[in-house]
């Protein structure tokens, strides 16, 4: 089969088409003819040697795909051979076909294409697992996020919405802030020419927002406190801004704050089940009923994977960039 291989660590141009074996499917998996496949920014922390597959996962880079099953163990998550599906993985997405955990692929929503299919499930179990699970938004509860322009943001942008919740965002311009308001958002906040936390305090009548959605840390963890609610939860999914920031314990003591966060990619197949069933019983149908939809910001041929890098890497993407095999 043809793959897209990280040829050494470096330029998105270290992004090579090579012949591979097909892989195979053991207990408990399938093999995908791939549609589609998601391109997510911990590909380009792979490509540059900074983010290793976890062991027994496959070092080719790709942690999402849509496609058809043509053989494994279909039954075993309840479908068949010949079903369309996407599904999260721990590597090798960028192939004709690749190996996925039958517990975690999910029946392409009805009405949605191969390539809006594959850009959910990478963004979709961690925006669950960590706004949701982990941050406990619950219903009344207000939201911010921040990078709302990305394939995470926008994904957690429409999801809360679509719960109910009232949700802000910062981005990067004018034009991305217009952008992710139009999916439903109650306000954005461009974070290059206001301040987050005052803006995000007046907003809110000085009470601040519940859950935070992080993925620059840095000086943001700082920050975010200073706009935190009482009982407030801030999780981390990225450190764009850098590993360390200051924090102010007496806040997280009087105002009862959690500081939390996770990554995704190397947990137990039975957690991302656990994740899985959740989305196809509370997510699925708001996708199936268009009341969100992944929004697809470019798609390129497998061969031009280096592109689709050099385009994420320029941070001009409103959501996500696809790869058609
Ligand atoms: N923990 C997990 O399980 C997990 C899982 C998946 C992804 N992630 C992480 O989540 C992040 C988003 O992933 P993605 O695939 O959606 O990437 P993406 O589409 O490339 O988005 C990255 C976003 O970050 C914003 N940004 C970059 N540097 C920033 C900074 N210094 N300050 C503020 N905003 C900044 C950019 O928005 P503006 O230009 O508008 O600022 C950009 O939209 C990545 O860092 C990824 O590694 C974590």
Redesign the pocket.
């Known amino acids: 089969m043809k793959a897209v291989e990280i040829s050494q660590p470096g330029a998105p141009e270290v992004l090579k088409l090579v012949e591979r074996p097909m892989p195979e499917a053991g207990p408990g998996e399938v093999l995908i003819k791939v549609a589609a496949a998601g391109?997510?920014?911990?590909d380009?922390?792979q490509r540059k040697g900074a983010?290793p597959p976890p062991p027994g996962a496959s070092d080719l880079p790709g942690?999402e795909v849509a496609g058809e099953i043509v053989s494994g163990d279909a039954a075993a998550g309840g479908f068949k051979v010949g079903d369309k599906v996407c599904a999260l993985l721990a590597g090798g997405g960028y192939a004709e076909y690749c190996v996925a955990p039958v517990e975690q692929c999910l029946p392409v929503p009805a009405g949605l294409s191969d390539i809006e299919a594959a850009g959910l499930p990478?963004?979709y179990?961690?925006v669950w697992?960590?706004v949701f699970d982990r941050g406990r938004l619950s219903q009344g509860e207000s939201l911010l996020v921040?990078?709302?322009?990305?394939?995470?943001?926008?994904?957690a942008v429409q999801l809360a919405t679509a719960m109910g919740n009232t949700v802000y965002f910062?981005?990067?311009?004018d034009d991305?802030v217009s952008a992710v308001e139009a999916l439903g958002a109650d306000r954005g906040i461009n974070?290059?020419a206001q301040d987050f936390v005052e803006e995000i305090k007046s907003l809110t009548e000085g009470r601040g927002v519940d859950v935070i959605l992080d993925?620059?840390a840095?000086d943001?963890i700082g920050r975010n406190i200073k706009c935190l609610a009482d009982d407030g939860r801030i999780v981390?999914?990225?450190?764009?801004?850098g590993a360390k920031g200051e924090v102010d314990a007496s806040q997280i003591m009087r105002r009862r704050l959690s500081i939390t966060?996770?990554?995704?990619?190397p947990r137990p197949v039975a957690f991302k089940a656990e994740i899985a069933k959740k989305l196809r019983e509370h997510v699925w149908p708001l996708l199936e009923a268009g009341k969100i939809k992944p929004i697809i910001h470019a798609t390129f041929p497998l061969e031009e994977a280096w592109k689709a890098h050099a385009m994420?890497?320029a941070?001009?993407?409103?959501?996500?960039?696809i790869l058609v095999p």
Do not use: C, Q
């Open positions: 391109v997510n920014r911990p380009v922390f983010y942690l990478e963004t179990f961690t697992s960590n921040h990078g709302g322009a990305s394939g995470i943001g926008t994904t910062t981005a990067g311009s991305r974070y290059r993925m620059v840095g943001y981390i999914i990225a450190l764009l801004g966060g996770s990554t995704l990619r994420m890497e941070g001009d993407n409103i959501g996500k960039i």
